[in-house]
T-cell receptor, first 113, second 113 residues
């Protein structure tokens, strides 16, 4: 069974800190890895990673994938209180007649002023 | 922007009732999904559908069924609601491309008493 493990499960930082969130996966037929941010409502899409070593960047957020070691990291620099959220990673594998997404349990990030 | 609409934000039902959760997407997406989200367990896939009238079981299908009569609508049915089905239910949709990111609805918080 595919398994996605995120660490840490929760993290409390001060505004301005830099954080690194981790996601490791075990898959037999890897297609891509996705990162989502969830505040009070639905998860919103951040990044999709398919190739090793290529950094995806959006403002203060960046992410990279290591397919050899089977992990991904999400970096947030100069954190703000608005970054407080649950960050989810999900691995896309093949399964059935389409693809199957397996989510990690998420990292709860709290950014204090 | 993709819009995924869930018919109810909050729902309270009694044990044994039949419950319908409705989800509509406006982007002509082939794939639609139902997840439930519980503290400490993350997002777990209940069912997904890759085409009209097609469905596949996810990780936790027991106690649920689904219906997809039209491409834009995916319904989750609890035939006889039980207290352990109290949860946040999230609907999502995605395009046909492998690894396409999911777009989530705002969720339905169901309480079964």
């Amino acid at each position: 069974e595919d398994k996605v493990v995120q660490s840490p499960l929760s993290l409390v930082v001060h505004e301005g800190d830099t954080v690194t969130l981790n996601c490791s996966y075990e898959v037999t037929n890897f297609r891509s890895l996705l990162w989502y941010k969830q505040e009070k409502k639905a998860p919103t899409f951040l990044f999709m990673l398919t190739s090793s070593g290529i950094e995806k960047k959006s403002g203060r957020l960046s992410s990279i994938l290591d397919k050899k070691e089977l992990f991904s990291i999400l970096n947030i620099t100069a954190t703000q209180t608005g970054d407080s959220a649950i960050y989810l990673c999900a691995q896309v594998g093949s399964g059935g007649s389409n693809y199957k997404l397996t989510f990690g349990k998420g990292t709860l990030l709290t950014v204090n002023p | 922007d993709v819009k995924v609409t869930q018919s109810s934000r909050y729902l309270v039902k009694r044990t044994g009732e039949k419950v319908f959760l409705e989800c509509v997407q406006d982007m002509d997406h082939e794939n639609m999904f139902w997840y439930r989200q519980d503290p400490g367990l993350g997002l777990r896939l209940i069912y997904f559908s890759y085409d009209v009238k097609m469905k596949e079981k996810g990780d936790i299908p027991e106690g649920y069924s689904v219906s997809r009569e039209k491409k834009e609508r995916f319904s989750l049915i609890l035939e006889s609601a039980s207290t352990n089905q109290t949860s946040m239910y999230l609907c999502a949709s995605s395009g046909a491309g492998l690894g396409s990111p999911l777009h989530f609805g705002n969720g339905t918080r169901l309480t079964v008493t």
